[in-house]
């Protein structure tokens, strides 16, 4: 049996065990979800459509890995304007894998409930605890002391995780928006990586090029444009 579903705004056909990339859904690896935008189904040569959903079909997959599709560059140009712009975008994709195609308000198989209702009790506990804690009497100032040390110690971890990529060097920076392609918000973002400066970005290396397409919302491509055009700057 196969099925056509839709989903990010695209359609796919489907079959049970298939794996498919699909455009991000909200769901941790190992979760069962389910996907009732079915517009047809059909075994053989017996095709059912639906106008435009098939009532009571639905669709459920497990998410194997949530990941990027590869970048892709939109590059235009002005003709004698001297006009050129370049945009990197990443999209988020989720690999899934097809486990059941249910027809007529079929619900799914004990094994994709089961993992739905192990959230459950969880969820459960978690609200009992929290409103215990509210319930509970406040503690004397003597024993929240301790809590006042672990406060340092959670923002020392946030420093530690927003700590810019590169060491940005003395003195006055650059405007880097006079580089074709860098704006005032590609200018706050490098400089909140620690680049300021001309020749800082014409020396980048390309493992500090790869290091920026990693952390950051721009392209190998773009940076290595930027990286030539500060050389030219950076002799002025």
Known sequence: MFAVIKTGGKQ?????????????????????VEIGNVLAHGEGENVTFGAPFVDGALVTAEVVEQGKNRTVIAFKKRRRQNSRRKIGHRQLLTTVRIAEILLGGAKPSKKAAAKAE?????????????????????????????????????????????APLFKAPKGEPDDLTVIKGIGPVAAKDLAEQGIVTFAQLAKLTDKDVAKIDEHM????????????????LAKK
């Open 12 to 32: 796919y056909r489907v079959a049970a065990n298939d794996l498919l990339k699909i455009e991000k859904l909200e769901a941790k690896v190992g979760d069962i």
């Open 118 to 162: 192990a959230k459950a009790p969880e969820a459960k506990a978690e609200v009992a605890a929290e409103a215990k804690a509210e319930a509970a009497p406040k503690e004397p100032k003597a024993k929240k002391e301790p809590k006042a040390e672990a406060a340092p110690k959670e923002e020392a971890k946030a420093e530690t995780v927003a």
């Open 217 to 232: 919302p721009f392209s190998a491509d773009q940076i290595k444009d930027w990286r030539e055009q500060a050389k030219e």
